[in-house]
């Protein structure tokens, strides 16, 4: 059982920045793909950010391209979101997920989604941005 803990959520003005935290437990594999989501109120979840473990390779959602920058420490079992010059438009419930057994690296790409279903999922921190 992989379990995901998040932290790091708040509220900022729009331009600011905020990094979001992800500690992971119980991977019993070392190559999995694991990353971010979001989601609004009437909106569907959405990709945000997306890593392999091992870090060869990162996917990012269009919309946050050159502003969220994502990495993880594998000593630490952290998964890390740095959110800068961020916007009201990002204002969501962050949701850090991960598969929770062995998957080689060409799925960790923008159409993964964490398996095999329903993937490890955290409880969500809720980012608010004004203007």
């Known amino acids: 059982l992989v379990r995901l803990v998040e932290s790091g959520g708040g509220s900022v003005q729009a331009g600011g920045s905020l990094t979001l935290s992800c500690t992971a437990s119980?991977?019993?594999?070392?190559?999995?793909?694991t990353g971010w989501f979001r989601q609004s109120p009437g909106k569907e979840r959405e990709g945000v950010a997306f890593?392999?473990?091992?870090?060869?390779?990162?996917f990012y959602a269009d919309s946050v391209k050159g502003r969220f920058a994502i990495s993880r420490d594998n000593a630490k079992n952290t998964l890390t979101l740095q959110m800068n010059n961020l916007k009201p438009e990002d204002t969501a419930l962050y949701y850090c997920?991960?598969?929770?057994?062995?998957?080689?690296?060409?799925?960790?790409?923008?159409?993964?989604?964490?398996?095999?279903?329903?993937?490890?999922w955290g409880q969500g921190t809720q980012v608010t941005v004004s203007t």
């Open positions: 997920a991960s598969d929770t057994y062995y998957r080689p690296p060409e799925f960790c790409d923008g159409d993964w989604y964490p398996s095999p279903p329903p993937g490890s």
């Open positions: 119980g991977h019993t594999d070392s190559g999995f793909c």
């Open positions: 890593t392999y473990a091992d870090g060869s390779r990162t």
